[in-house]
């Protein structure tokens, strides 16, 4: 009777859940891909890019922040769904500065795989060319606000995983823009490390380690071999394993 | 009747490159022996291949870069006067791309940094030849200029990419870019 209770619906799928699962976590373990920017696994969903929205009986929610519930009909796949998610694709490649062939982050950009996935072919909106500031400060790391697409994966791993709160979102709309936890407001005066998972976490090219850059050529790159949905799967199933390892340190502790 | 003088006639393919640097142009020329086959069923009108200087009515017209000045305008809206079909082809024709990088400034301070603050620049002074087409304060995608029907990513798009845009067109459809073709860089 549980194993029943424990199963919703994707796009006519059943899918089991356990207890507390969200839909998105539900649906990557069976392998069933929603488009995703601002999910990670193992850190708490914040539900910001909206790329994962869902439908359930017409009603439209964020398949990460959305728990899974017994009997939940829904529908994902759909032509309507990912062209509404084209247009989100669209407005965060208008608001920023993404023209791809003039950043080092191109090929492994999960918002340019997002497009590539999703049939984008043009911008479609009017561009904003908005002036960010860039912080050059830190001698390893360098933090271009004007890719930020705001999905804060950096706040969440650097609070979550690096223990270290490096990171928040200031501002509202579009003046929302990341700021940095140090006394000057820099990255060189914060207690970031090329090493923490917040530096290496962004999914496009605002955080970038120096000195790396073109090391591998274009052409050779992630997401000129592979989609966002392979690789966001795997994401999945290594962040799992992550995890439970994790969780097996602590109880022997 | 239609189908025999479709058959006859050529298709008329005019080009030309706004705020681009004609790698779109040398990417088309990739196709190589297809090439041959595209021009037993394809005349060139203006462009950079025929040096024709001024665009009759045409089919199909390419266009390559972003608008970047005064000149770039006249150039796009006679494209879009002539040509049935117009095709934005590449990064800067379709977001402006790499010259779209001067939007995040002020043009003044762009020229003044290139020729007059910059490192090395010798006998300082901002160009004002009459000739010189005037700049626009941005630059900008040539769809935020006339309508665009089609659109070709790429920097710049393979042969193959052009292949795939063309051949449809030629047939009369509607061309559908791969989605394992695409690639913004």
Sequence with gaps: ?253 | MTIELTTKRKIKIATTSLAGCFGCHMSFLDMDESLTGLLEQVEFDRSPFTDIKHCGRCDIGLIEGGVCTAENVHVLREFRANCTTLVAVGACAINGGVPAMRNYFDLQECLQEVYLNGTGVTNPQIPDDIELPLLLDKVYPISEVVHIDYFLPGCPPSADAFLQLLEPLLAGQKPIIQKSQLHYD
């Design chain 1, 1 to 253: 009777m549980s194993a029943i209770q424990n199963t919703i619906r994707i796009d006519n799928q059943a899918i089991p859940f356990t207890p507390g699962q969200t839909i998105m976590d539900a649906a990557l373990a069976a392998k069933v891909y929603i488009p995703h920017l601002c999910h990670y696994p193992g850190l708490p969903p914040s539900g910001n890019c909206r790329l994962c929205i869902v439908e359930i009986e017409n009603r439209s929610v964020a398949a990460c922040t959305t728990p899974a519930a017994a009997d939940q009909t829904i529908c994902s796949n759909t032509p309507e769904l990912n062209e509404a998610r084209k247009a989100l694709t669209q407005m965060l490649f208008v608001e920023g500065d993404h023209i791809c062939p003039s950043c080092e982050k191109t090929g492994n950009c999960k918002l340019q795989a997002m497009a590539y996935y999703l049939g984008m072919l043009d911008d479609h909106f009017p561009q904003f060319y908005q002036r960010r500031e860039i912080d050059a400060s830190h001698p390893d790391i360098l933090l271009d606000r004007r890719r930020c697409i705001l999905c804060d994966l950096c706040v969440r791993a650097s609070r979550e995983v690096d223990g270290k709160n490096v990171f928040a979102i200031a501002g509202r709309g579009t003046k929302a823009h990341l700021i940095v936890n140090s006394p000057s407001g820099k990255l060189a005066d914060s207690s970031i490390a090329t090493t923490d998972l917040a530096t290496t976490i962004c999914p496009v090219g605002a955080i970038l380690i120096k000195e790396q850059g073109y090391q591998v050529p274009i052409g050779q790159r992630i997401y000129d071999h592979h989609t966002i949905r392979e690789t966001s799967l795997q994401e999945h199933i290594a962040g799992c394993d992550k995890l439970k390892r994790k969780e097996h340190q602590d109880t022997e502790r």
